[in-house]
């Protein structure tokens, strides 16, 4: 563990799960935890902290009331914001959401300068941009996931179609974290063996159309909630690869700069984290159809990166 901080901000399904994994997998020494729910985050590092006792794990898990508290972690999670309610509109969301993703991060970067920050807040590509223009933080320390989330959607619907390779699937996706996201059929593997000489065109098309729809399929049967046991395991991947300078390839969302002829704009690509955060953004060779789908992709991203321009940081910066 080597004396690690993680702190998440925001303890609903996704960060409470988060943080029981950290906690009990024993991946960090010390868990911060913080909500503007005061007695939820209190009982979550109770219960949480029962559960590491269970474990034998050594994690010390802390509820955080006052921002000072929330203080020199290596890596911060900010899970924060609001669903989508009924007459809500998309622009009010994204709105809200910036808003209180702004609140967060000026506390978050005044107490915990060294920080790496991952980002799980929707709409994510958006989110991240905001982040990274509100703190002015370097493109490396501020990263979305997404990608791994979107990529193991991918795989469970391969071995749904093969009935065989459960552990052994490599899915890719990039993109931005939305309908529009890019499923690379073609960097898909199942034991190394490319997906389209195990699959039909027919077979490998439904597995996109389902992993573009695979959150929305949750909600629809939840009717009230979002999926969070495959978002905290994603997000746990990257910090342990963080922590442990593991210097893995992850799809996750990043500022492009001139990478896959983009400026200025958030996306997925896959990338290799490792102490500092990102460490390299790898360049897929890829072909003509995927780079309409991805410019498509970051087409929709722009429309909410615009909307936060005109409407939100021209009132607030």
């Excluded at 890596?75 to 809200?96: E, H, Q, Y």
């Excluded at 052994?168 to 990039?174: D, G, N, T």
Aim: hydrophobic share 40%.
């Amino acid at each position: 563990m080597n004396n690690k901080r993680v702190g998440i901000v925001g303890v609903g399904n996704v960060g409470a799960t988060l943080a029981f994994t950290l906690a009990t997998k024993n991946i960090c020494s010390s868990l911060l935890l913080k909500d503007l729910r005061e007695n939820i985050v209190q009982a979550m590092a109770l219960d949480i902290s029962q559960a590491t006792n269970a474990a034998k794990s050594k994690t010390i898990v802390q509820s955080c009331i006052k921002d000072e508290e929330f203080k020199d972690c290596d890596i911060v999670v900010i899970t924060a914001g609001i669903a989508r309610k009924p007459g809500m509109s998309r622009d009010d969301l994204l709105l809200t959401n910036a808003k209180i993703m702004t609140s967060v991060i000026n506390n978050v970067t005044k107490y915990n300068p060294n920080a790496v920050i991952i980002i799980v807040s929707n709409p994510l590509d958006a989110m991240v941009y905001t982040a990274l223009k509100v703190s002015n933080w370097p493109r490396n320390k501020i990263i979305g996931m997404a990608g791994i989330l979107d990529s193991a959607r991918m795989a469970h619907f391969i071995f749904e179609k093969l009935g065989y390779g459960q552990g052994q699937i490599e899915a890719s996706v990039m993109g931005g974290h939305g309908d529009d996201m890019v499923p690379l059929a073609d960097f898909s593997t199942v034991a190394g063996v490319n997906l389209s000489e195990v699959l039909s065109k027919k077979d490998i098309d439904d597995i996109v159309f389902k992993t573009k729809n695979g959150g929305a399929q949750i909600v629809k049967l939840l009717e009230t909630g979002s999926a969070y046991y495959a978002p905290a395991y994603s997000t746990t991947l990257m910090i342990e690869a963080i922590l442990n300078n593991k210097r893995e390839v992850y799809p996750c969302a990043v500022r492009l700069e001139g990478e896959y002829g983009y400026n200025n704009i958030v996306s997925g690509v896959p990338v290799m984290l490792g102490s500092n955060g990102i460490e390299k953004i790898i360049e897929l060779n890829l072909k003509d159809e995927q780079k309409n789908q991805f410019s498509k992709s970051i087409a929709s991203v722009k429309e909410l990166v615009d909307t936060l321009e005109n409407k939100f940081f021209n009132n607030t910066l």
